[in-house]
């Protein structure tokens, strides 16, 4: 039979690109400058997130673990303007139903740290360690008390695959945050952390800004946006390069892809699709991120009026000739 803590953990952990997603938003709302994600086995035999973050204090490191426990919401107002990625609770409760857990912590300015080992819903064991300052969050053999789960999955290349779309889209939303991937010892993806959209583009993507990443960027009262978008003649058979972040957060939406797609209407084949990166800065009460566990998808106001923002400056950007 399978406990509450499992049922709740399949919303929020699907597959190890989840418990990633999961980990590194924790190493953001941590403030952490450098992010190191290793993966082996596509996810499923290892998951290690290391970060240089504030780190928990000893008497609080065991709370991580327990369901709802958070420290990002003090009062029920804080849900109607969140700033940080996790709000919930849920994450590490979640993936510690699912899989063996153990976290190394220590705050920058304490001697020692602790460390909390965890697995198969039962209490964390806590002890004192020597680590480096931040966090380093440790997940094995996900899944591994969950076999129906588990069938589901495709097969590791498909996984990691996933790990590093969700990487990739972490570091485009944080391009202040150094991030390194590896695969099975083997780096995948490194960025530089200096606060540098187009250089976040440049390592993830090979691309060259200016001659083949059009600039644009436009704001209004409540919201301001930059992104780049593909010049006419490069395209893709997949929408694998979109990327939305609404105050750094990833999520897709419809309507402002289509914003953007139908600039490219008679413009790039008929079934190709553009590359974009689109940063949206809005008042965060005017995001609603509660409507989906893995809060990809958000309820945004004003959306009509600022899709058809969005429209006219990509086609600002593809239609005015440069010097
Ligand atoms: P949430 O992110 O919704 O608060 P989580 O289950 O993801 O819930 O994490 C629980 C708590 O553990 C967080 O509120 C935070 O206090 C602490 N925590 C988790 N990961 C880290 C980290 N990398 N650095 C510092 N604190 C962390
Ligand atoms: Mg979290």
Redesign the pocket.
């Known amino acids: 039979a399978m406990t509450a803590n499992q049922i709740a953990a399949g919303e929020v952990v699907e597959r190890p690109a989840s418990v990633v997603k999961?980990l590194v938003?924790?190493?953001l709302?941590?403030a952490a400058r450098h992010i190191t994600v290793e993966i082996e086995g596509g996810g499923l035999q290892l998951i290690r997130v290391r970060?240089d973050?504030?780190?928990?204090e000893p008497e609080?490191a065991p709370l991580?673990f327990a369901r709802h426990?958070?420290?990002?919401i003090r009062r029920a107002a804080d849900l109607a303007r969140i700033t940080t990625l996790?709000?919930?609770?849920?994450?590490?409760?979640s993936i510690a139903a699912v899989a063996r857990v153990e976290m190394a912590?220590r705050p920058p300015g304490r001697p020692g740290g602790t460390l909390v080992r965890v697995a198969g819903g039962k209490p964390p064991e806590v002890t004192e360690t020597g680590c480096p300052p931040g966090?380093s969050?440790t997940v094995k053999d996900l899944f591994y008390n969950t076999p129906a789960r588990r069938q589901y999955l495709k097969k590791p290349s498909t996984e990691a695959r996933a790990i590093v779309a969700t990487v990739e889209r972490l570091a485009l939303g944080h391009p202040g945050v150094a991030f390194s991937l590896s695969l099975d010892g083997r780096r995948s993806l490194a960025t530089p952390g200096n606060g540098d959209l187009q250089a976040v583009l440049a390592a993830l993507y090979g691309l060259e800004i200016g001659r083949e990443l059009l600039p644009f960027n436009g704001s209004g009262a409540g919201w301001s946006l930059h992104g780049f978008t593909s010049p006419p003649w490069l395209h893709r058979s997949n929408r694998d390069q979109q990327v939305l972040l609404i105050n750094g957060r990833y999520i897709t939406n419809r309507l402002l892809t289509w914003a953007i797609e139908s600039c490219y209407r008679n413009v790039i084949p008929a079934g190709r699709h553009p590359l974009f990166v689109l940063h949206l800065a809005v008042d965060p009460g005017e995001v609603d991120v509660n409507v989906h566990p893995a809060k990809l998808e958000v309820r945004l106001q004003r959306e009509q009026d600022l899709a058809r923002q969005v429209t006219n400056l990509v086609k600002g950007a593809l239609f005015t000739p440069r010097a």
């Open positions: 999961e938003e924790n190493s709302d941590a970060d973050g504030r780190g928990i609080d991580a426990a958070t420290s990002k996790g709000f919930r609770g849920e994450a590490l409760a912590t966090t969050v």
